[in-house]
């Protein structure tokens, strides 16, 4: 029986950042990138709705640091990326009509203008 070879992931995206051990538990730039891209398309946010709803207090620099290569997005931040998904796929929360999350007490706030944002 022969097994089928199927392109699912965008070629050298997801690979560490490099050989030191601290960097090979990083995802590569270009995975960042592509994770954050899809996050904004399929849960209807912007990226400044993003890093506030992932708990930022400088939502614009961390974007800007993330999507420019300059940082890499912690395992915290990850962890609450996974758990919008969650919360748009499982519980089907509109994500996208939220405008932060306070983390310590698990209480999401509306944003005063619901819906996707404009494409």
């Not at 919360?87 to 706030?109: F, P, Q």
Request: with cysteine; aromatic share 10%; charged share 20%.
């Amino acid at each position: 029986m022969e097994v089928e070879a199927l392109p699912l992931i965008p070629p050298q995206t997801f690979l560490s950042r490099g050989e030191t051990l601290g960097k090979r538990r990083l995802v590569s730039f270009a995975g960042l990138e592509e994770i954050l891209a899809i996050t904004q398309e399929h849960l209807g946010i912007s990226s400044w709705q993003m890093a506030r709803l992932l708990g930022s207090n400088w939502p614009g620099q961390h974007m800007n640091g993330w999507k420019r290569g300059r940082n890499s997005m912690g395992s915290l931040y990850m962890t609450r990326l996974a758990y919008l998904w969650y919360l748009k796929y499982v519980k089907h929360v509109e994500v996208c009509s939220l405008s932060r999350i306070d983390w310590d007490t698990g209480i999401g706030y509306t944003r005063r203008k619901n819906g996707h944002r404009s494409t």
